[in-house]
């Protein structure tokens, strides 16, 4: 079946040490993003690839690294830097077109809780 | 800046009807999205209005009015699986979903 999927779905990290969160999606699609949901507020933007071997800053990029390498794959690397880091994040992605007849609607994977201890 | 206000929590009864508002003030509208979110899952897809006017799904509808920077989720036939969060989102000039907090949707027997 397609899909997204991230790992893991919980994720402990002590204070100072960095942690990536894996995503990889099925559906060929081009974009692909990361979102931080806090309790009582929206999905924040962190960052977002239109292709491979590209991506930019969302609205809170810092303390966050992402690499994409493969079309399905779109890590996120917390680092040591941020200062809050314990929240729900969510990867999404997007089929290709951005107007039109196509709706572009987000399909989003199953997320991870981070905890920082 | 950019801006999409939801009612925080909203309570209903099951079998009832129920309406969620979202206003929004945003650079740029190329559509705006409604989705359901239970708790500790992932958003997902409910509807999506780019014209002003009502579109209807099976037990839901979403309307939109460009010019007054409104929408509204209307569920009907309420039942306890609706028992969610329902999340507003407007994509922007640039493409980018800016979201709304999200409301609460509490349903009781």
């Known amino acids: 079946d397609g899909g997204i999927t991230q790992s893991p779905k919980y994720l402990f990290r002590k204070e100072g040490q960095n942690v990536t969160l894996s995503c990889e999606q099925n559906?060929?699609?081009?974009?692909m993003y990361w979102y931080r949901q806090d309790p009582g507020q929206g999905l924040r933007l962190i960052y977002y690839s239109q292709i491979v071997n590209d991506f930019q800053k969302g609205d809170i990029a810092e303390g966050y690294s992402v690499s994409r390498e493969k079309k399905e794959s779109f890590p996120l690397t917390v680092t040591s830097a941020q200062k809050n880091p314990t929240a729900f994040y969510l990867c999404?992605?997007?089929?290709?077109?951005?107007?039109?007849?196509?709706?572009?609607?987000?399909?989003f994977g199953p997320g991870t809780r981070l905890t920082v201890l | 800046g950019q801006n999409i206000d939801q009612p925080t929590e909203m309570t209903a009864t099951e079998g009832a009807i129920v309406q969620i508002n979202c206003t929004y003030q945003t650079s740029g509208f190329n559509g705006l999205f409604w989705y359901q979110q239970h708790a500790g899952e992932a958003p997902t897809f409910l509807s999506y209005n780019v014209l002003d006017g009502l579109e209807e799904k099976g037990r839901f509808s979403s309307f939109l009015s460009r010019s007054k920077g409104y929408s509204y989720l209307l569920l009907k036939e309420l039942q306890m699986k609706d028992s969610a969060s329902y999340l507003c989102?407007?994509?922007?000039?640039?493409?980018?979903?800016?979201w709304g907090a999200g409301t609460k949707l509490i349903i009781k027997p």
């Open positions: 559906l060929n699609h081009d974009a």
């Open positions: 989102a407007v994509m922007d000039s640039n493409y980018q979903l800016i």
């Open positions: 999404a992605s997007t089929p290709p077109g951005i107007a039109g007849d196509t709706i572009n609607e987000q399909f």
